[in-house]
């Protein structure tokens, strides 16, 4: 069976609420072609099979930060007077042995891949923070000797040069110096 829903629109349905990504009854009921109401119905009446980690109704306040969150309009916001049901990817997967219909088993299926590529992107995310943290050690690392270095070659620039005071010509002196020399020696042999 092609892809009854794409993938995209499955992606965008998904909210993270109570720091868990959810979807939302009413966009379940849109992608699984049945109305919002028969939906509940099915869960109310299998309730047992939907334990809070699995599904849980949105609060008041957390209806209208998520309605604030998305700048929802009007149009949007009908069907949202009463706080909808939240459902986890558990209780996605639940939902199939509620909703029997053809449409949506496939669904659901297509749901789940979804979030089986969130979890691999997440995944996919922790290792390249992990590589680049070891990265950033190594270079921090090597860094450091450089800085180190340059450190030291800044203290030793920094340090004032001693200056002689006087004129002394360097040539002459190595001269000037074997002269007093042998003229020391022969002042002590005459003597």
């Known amino acids: 069976m092609t892809a009854l829903v794409p993938?995209?629109?499955?992606a965008s349905k998904i909210y993270l609420i109570r720091e868990l990504k959810v979807m939302l009854d009413?966009?379940?009921?849109?992608?699984?072609?049945?109305?919002?109401?028969?939906?509940?119905?099915?869960?109310?009446?299998?309730?047992?099979r939907f334990p809070e980690d699995f599904m849980f109704e949105l609060t008041k306040e957390e209806l209208n930060n998520w309605r604030?969150?998305?700048?929802?309009?009007?149009q949007d916001i009908m069907g949202l007077r009463i706080p909808p049901f939240a459902f986890t990817e558990h209780g996605i997967l639940m939902l199939s042995s509620v909703l029997k219909s053809d449409r949506a088993i496939h669904v659901n299926i297509q749901i789940m891949r979804v979030f089986v590529k969130f979890r691999q992107l997440l995944v996919d995310n922790?290792?390249?923070?992990?590589?680049?943290?070891?990265?950033?050690?190594?270079?921090?690392?090597r860094?450091?000797?450089?800085?180190?270095?340059?450190?030291?070659?800044?203290?030793?620039?920094?340090?004032?040069?001693?200056?002689?005071?006087?004129f002394t010509i360097k040539e002459k002196q190595k001269a000037y110096?074997?002269?007093?020399?042998?003229?020391?020696?022969?002042?002590a042999l005459k003597n």
């Open 177 to 187: 110096g074997k002269r007093a020399k042998s003229n020391k020696r022969k002042s």
């Open 68 to 74: 604030s969150q998305f700048a929802t309009s009007n």
């Open 143 to 166: 860094f450091q000797i450089v800085f180190e270095t340059l450190d030291q070659l800044l203290t030793v620039e920094s340090k004032p040069k001693k200056k002689e005071i006087g």
């Open 26 to 48: 009413r966009d379940l009921a849109e992608l699984y072609g049945v109305e919002t109401k028969r939906l509940k119905e099915q869960v109310r009446r299998n309730i047992e």
């Open 7 to 10: 993938i995209e629109r499955i």
């Open 126 to 141: 922790e290792e390249l923070r992990k590589e680049l943290s070891e990265f950033k050690q190594i270079t921090e690392e």
